[in-house]
């Protein structure tokens, strides 16, 4: 709870000073403009807690509910990337793209599994220097879709790769980079892959090292044969 105080009053105090200019008498277009877009990035930053709060409540409590469909990977893909872009574009990163030659068709909700890659790339361009790389690189390994995001950013250590997808749970060397987040990121991916069916696992050779998250999806039916039939 102090956590989630701390990480929810600290939007305020911007929003508060922008009030302040906006209600002064002597108040200049640059100024008015200026108050606008704190008012604004702050509540949205504070809707992007509160949402993922929200998530990881309802998986919790069971009480979230996949949409599944028949769905083309690259197109999950490029919704991901299209969320996380402002930030890779913003610290200048190299972002590859490496997906099968054949199109892949899984089951799952679109939305969800989206929201997965966009919070991992998100955590791959916060963790990692400016002018970094980024990949997402996804591999048919019957019976699963591998889906693998790696970053060339600060690591994990072998010690934190233990916690690292429990709530509230930020690396201490990475708290000056979380620009605010509350460490459920990752807590929330975990929920939402697992709903799928699959599992996501961490790896890092330490510190300074980059990182790599691989989310593990159960492929249909028809994908499986589809994928022995080329392979024959």
Same mark, same amino acid.
């Given at each position: ?60 409590? +069971? ?26 574009? +913003? ?39 400016? +002018? ?52 459920? +990121? ?47």
């Amino acid at each position: 709870l102090a956590t989630l105080a701390h990480e929810l009053r600290n939007p305020l105090a911007p929003i508060r000073n922008a009030a302040r200019i906006l209600a002064s008498p002597n108040l200049d277009e640059s100024a008015l403009h200026w108050s606008r877009q704190v008012i604004q990035r702050q509540v949205t930053h504070m809707a992007w807690l509160l949402d993922d709060l929200l998530d990881v409540a309802r998986i919790t409590q +069971g009480k979230l509910e996949l949409r599944r469909e028949r769905i083309e990977l690259s197109a999950v893909i490029e919704t991901a990337v299209e969320a996380a872009r402002p930030l890779i574009d +913003g610290k200048r990163h190299a972002l590859a793209i490496d997906l099968p030659a054949r199109e892949v068709v899984i089951d799952a909700d679109p939305l969800r599994l989206a929201q997965v890659i966009s919070n991992l790339l998100t955590n791959a361009a916060k963790y990692t220097d400016a +002018g970094g790389r980024i990949a997402v690189i996804a591999r048919l390994v019957p019976p699963n879709l591998v889906i693998t995001v790696r970053d060339s950013g600060i690591g994990i250590s072998p010690g934190a790769l233990r916690s690292i997808f429990e709530m509230f749970s930020q690396v201490a060397d990475s708290l000056s980079r979380s620009e605010g987040g509350l460490g459920i +990121g990752l807590a929330l991916v975990k929920g939402l892959v697992e709903l799928h069916g699959g599992s996501i696992d961490a790896r890092s050779e330490g510190p300074g090292c980059g990182s790599e998250f691989s989310v593990h999806l159960p492929l249909p039916n028809d994908a499986l044969a589809a994928e022995s039939e080329a392979q024959a």
